[in-house]
């Protein structure tokens, strides 16, 4: 009896002491539960045959006959493994380099000359993928590209690049990392921003070198937002960058599909001329369900071997 | 509001029907088909119309406007209620406009008019329910393709009218032909009334510069043979010039739509899916059927002859990756060609006489060698009456003054005189003066009325050599043959999703000779249909359309 009497006392001081926090967290608690939370239900169209005039919980149910015809395509396996290698590169290559901009940033002296630089590489993040594309076509086309003019000069023969399928893999990581590095330095700048600058004027007086200091103090210092980062992007593997794809490539160039059909492609020409809502449904569904479990399982291994930098 | 109509037409169409192309945009290939109708067969038990008995008596299912020795009754004054989509006019002039037109309306046939307007938003919720709950309207509107008329009538909402019609609405009666009835036949009732004195076509063309053509010493571009001269003319005679300078994309069909009309005796029809439509009818006599010309010999032979085009660069030669605005590329001078519907070949004209007034144009119609085309489904836009209705013979006399009384005609189209028209000398119509759209702007919902022949025409520039183009194809006007049939894809979803695929993959690279060896590329596309289902999905169609015909008779 008196044992709970205390931890009622407990709660209730918890709570007197927190509810002014709790208050700030309600707009965002809202915020979730009305768009991510209330339109879930919604998931069941992907299991309907969907009827305009039945709505989504009136429709006939059908399971999952909706995926039916990606298994009659037989490029299932294609598919995956295109849209799951690519993200891994553009995953991969994109922390490589955003980390090593951070750290160069890190490392530079003039301040104003750090802004000037730190804008421009931003500035790729804000021009839409319907503009890149415009751009790799000027670059890249056979007819008079930007690259064929520019071997002209040095007497090569010009390129094919829009019927060249082992190029894709290069250019399209290129794109990515291009349009994604700088913005995505920007949080582990600021992971730097935060470290201990005792820490470095003490390897400083020690008289370690720069490569010294990078390699054992401020490369450390960023495993645990490179972790964060990797398991929260780990969620998307299945999910393929349509915009970059659609728009570098075109729909139906079939030349380039064996190097460069992700499933969000694949999906587009099923769908182009044919609004099957319950069928797009159906395939997002499975994208998030398999991007759940992922991050569930990286979070797992993540536990086992660095407890402290799990998500949860 | 039209437009606003047009694109939900549309984009309805697009949803409802996964067997349709909306004709128009760069999309060469049309098909009359999916959700649609018009005429059933010969074959087929249909309304006979020809032999249908009038009497001198007819009580009417309402019994208020009984015929009495070959007279109409129409001494009780009654209310038709009218339903009609859209949102009704911002500053009321509608109401106005009905006032006047009751008024007309008192005297002729002792009626009044009473319009209720469903608005857009979640128009087809509301359309629903004001059917489920059995509102008596006595005319509603209603289409086949995107308010799904058939369902409507399966389920017993609407009226036959096929007894009363020749009383109540003799100009309607007379004026429409046996084949345009049975595209408003459900099982043997008429259950709407057709949209067929609006004429309209929509015939693939490829735009291309006469003056060039006359240049190169070619007196028209007519065939493929033609096209190839005229395009290898523009190869060697106008440096910097593309024949055929346009992007590819997963919807790119007009190669394919010219071989089918000019090599081929394939139409389109319910059953053929998407762009790429990859199934066909096997002809206008057989229509009844469901074939693949992908399957065809011939279709080896078109794949051969594109590659060897495309390598000669009538095409850019990244066309599949390009983004390319193929009517500004046209009308600037730098394509030889431009590929759109008949629809949109009119305004082309006016535009191009502005860009460059020396530029001649004339078209290649696919459609011409074989000298027919497919008119839209008779109930494109319709008009019914309600089972519940109460006033269902003097609804029939008012439409049929809506639609072939002059004075009734103008008025309900296009408003009052000298408030929302004005004929002038010239008698070409247009605005009064004093117009303001924000109080004096009406328009009439009940597109099914519309009819050349009491048309007004508005002022156009370049009206005689528009008009010389629809005197040239409308002999080729065949109405839609396939009645009130619909394609159910209940069973087959799997399939023309998958065949989708397969088609806006295989069709834009193949007919654009961009996928590799011609014949190797063929053999991939075929491969990749039946790995779709293919011929699953055909068996389904040839068994829908023989239910369907055993239904019919």
């Known amino acids: 009896m008196g044992r709970s009497l205390e931890e009622k006392k407990k709660r209730k001081k918890a709570w007197k002491k927190d509810r002014k926090f709790l208050l700030l967290c309600i707009p965002a608690i809202i915020f979730f539960l009305i768009f991510a939370y209330l339109p879930m239900p919604g998931i069941y169209v992907a299991f309907v045959r969907f009827d305009y005039g039945k709505g989504i919980f009136g429709s006939q149910f059908i399971g999952l006959q909706n995926l039916k015809f990606i298994f009659m395509s037989g490029k299932l396996g294609l598919l995956v493994r295109n849209t799951v290698l690519y993200n891994f590169a553009f995953i991969v290559s994109g922390m490589i380099v955003q980390v090593l901009i951070a750290v160069l940033f890190n490392e530079l002296d003039s301040k104003i000359f750090r802004k000037y630089a730190q804008s ?33 000069w040095f007497g090569s023969d010009p390129v094919k690049v829009y019927s060249e399928p082992a190029l894709w893999p290069f250019i399209l990581v290129f794109i990515s990392i291009w349009k994604g590095a700088g913005y995505g330095s920007i949080v582990y700048f600021a992971a730097l921003m935060g470290l201990d600058g005792e820490m470095l004027e003490a390897a400083q007086v020690d008289g370690a070198s720069t490569i010294q200091r990078i390699r054992y103090i401020i490369l450390p210092c960023l495993r645990p937002t490179v972790i964060l980062l990797l398991l929260l992007s780990m969620g998307g593997i299945l999910r393929g960058n349509f915009d970059l794809f659609y728009n570098m490539i075109g729909g139906s160039n079939v030349t380039l599909l064996d190097k460069t059909d992700i499933l969000e492609t694949f999906i587009f020409r099923a769908m182009v001329s044919n609004a099957n809502f319950s069928t797009a449904a159906a395939v997002s569904f499975v994208q998030s369900v398999f991007g759940f479990i992922l991050v569930l399982a990286t979070n797992t291994i993540v536990k086992k071997v660095e407890p402290d930098y799990a998500i949860f | 509001m039209k437009k606003v109509k047009r694109i939900l037409a549309l984009m309805s169409a697009l949803a409802m029907t996964c067997g349709m192309l909306a004709g128009c945009g760069d999309a060469g290939v049309e098909s009359n088909g999916g959700s649609n109708t018009a005429t059933v067969a010969e074959t087929n038990a249909v309304v006979d119309t020809e032999n249908m008995v009038v009497e001198q ?24 209620k009218m339903l009609m989509l859209g949102d009704p006019p911002a500053g009321g002039a509608d109401k106005k406009v009905y006032e006047e037109l009751n008024k007309i309306l008192k005297e002729r046939i002792n009626a009044e008019l009473d319009v209720t307007w469903i608005e857009w938003n979640n128009y087809d919720t509301k359309y629903q329910m004001e059917l489920v709950s059995g509102t008596p309207y006595d005319l509603i509107f209603t289409t086949s393709t995107w308010l799904n008329l058939w369902g409507n009538a399966e389920k017993g909402a609407f009226m036959d009218m096929k007894e009363m019609l020749p009383y109540y609405a003799p100009n309607l009666w007379a004026d429409t032909k046996k084949e345009e009835w049975a595209g408003c036949t459900y099982k043997g009732q008429i259950v709407a009334l057709p949209e067929h004195r609006m004429w ?89 059927t469901c074939v693949s010309p992908v399957f065809d010999d011939k279709f080896v032979d078109f794949a ?64 011409e060698k074989r000298g027919f085309c497919f008119s839209d489904v008779m109930t494109q836009d319709s008009c019914s009456i309600t089972a519940t209705a109460e006033n269902p013979e003097r609804a029939l006399m008012m439409y049929d003054l809506f639609q072939y009384d002059p004075e009734i005609y103008h008025l309900t189209q296009y408003g009052i005189e000298g408030v929302q028209y004005v004929v002038n000398a010239d008698g070409y119509r247009e605005r009064p003066e004093s117009y303001n759209d924000e109080t004096d702007s009406y328009y009439w919902d009940m597109w099914s009325t519309r009819n050349d022949a009491l048309e007004i025409p508005e002022y156009n520039e370049y009206e005689d050599q528009i008009d010389a183009i629809k005197a040239k194809i409308k002999p080729w006007t065949t109405v839609n043959p396939w009645g009130s049939f619909v394609l159910n ?3 087959v979803d799997a399939e023309v ?36 289902g293919i011929d699953t999905y055909m068996a389904e169609v040839e068994r829908q359309m023989k239910e369907y015909l055993a239904d019919q008779e």
């Not at chain 2, 983004?323 to 535009?351: H, Q, R, W």
């Not at chain 2, 996928?515 to 249909?529: F, I, K, N, T």
């Open chain 1, 120 to 152: 421009f590489m931003i500035l790729p993040n804000f021009i839409s993928y319907v503009l890149v594309g415009l751009f790799g076509f000027a670059i890249f086309n056979s007819t008079n590209g930007v690259l064929n003019m520019v071997l002209g």
């Open chain 2, 497 to 532: 999703t998958a065949i989708n695929e397969a088609a806006s993959t295989w069709l834009p690279a193949i007919q654009f000779g961009k996928a590799g060896d011609p014949e190797e590329a063929v053999a991939q596309y075929r491969e990749a249909l039946t790995n779709a």
């Open chain 2, 489 to 491: 894809t209940t069973n």
């Open chain 2, 57 to 80: 008596n007819f009580e009417g299912p309402s019994g208020n406007t009984p015929v009495v020795d070959g007279k109409i009754d129409t001494s009780k004054f009654v209310t038709v």
């Open chain 2, 200 to 288: 309209q076509l929509s015939t693939p063309v490829f735009v291309y510069r006469a003056d060039w053509a006359k240049e190169f010493g070619i007196d028209k571009v007519d065939s493929m043979e033609t096209l190839e001269q005229y395009c290898d003319a523009i190869l060697a005679n106008k440096p910097g010039v593309i024949p055929y300078n346009a992007p590819g994309s997963v919807n790119s069909n007009e190669l394919y739509a010219m071989w089918l009309r000019q090599e081929t005796d394939y139409v389109l029809g319910p059953g053929s899916i998407g762009m790429g439509c990859p199934t066909t009818n096997k002809s206008k006599d057989e229509n009844w």
């Open chain 2, 304 to 367: 051969k002859k594109m590659k060897e085009w495309g390598d000669k660069g009538y095409w850019p030669e990244d066309l599949l990756s390009a983004t390319i605005d193929s009517e500004a590329m046209f009308l600037s001078g730098k394509s030889g060609i431009y590929s759109c519907n008949v629809s949109g070949y009119y305004p082309e004209i006016g535009k191009m006489a502005k860009e460059d007034p020396s530029a001649e144009l004339d078209a290649f119609f696919f459609d």
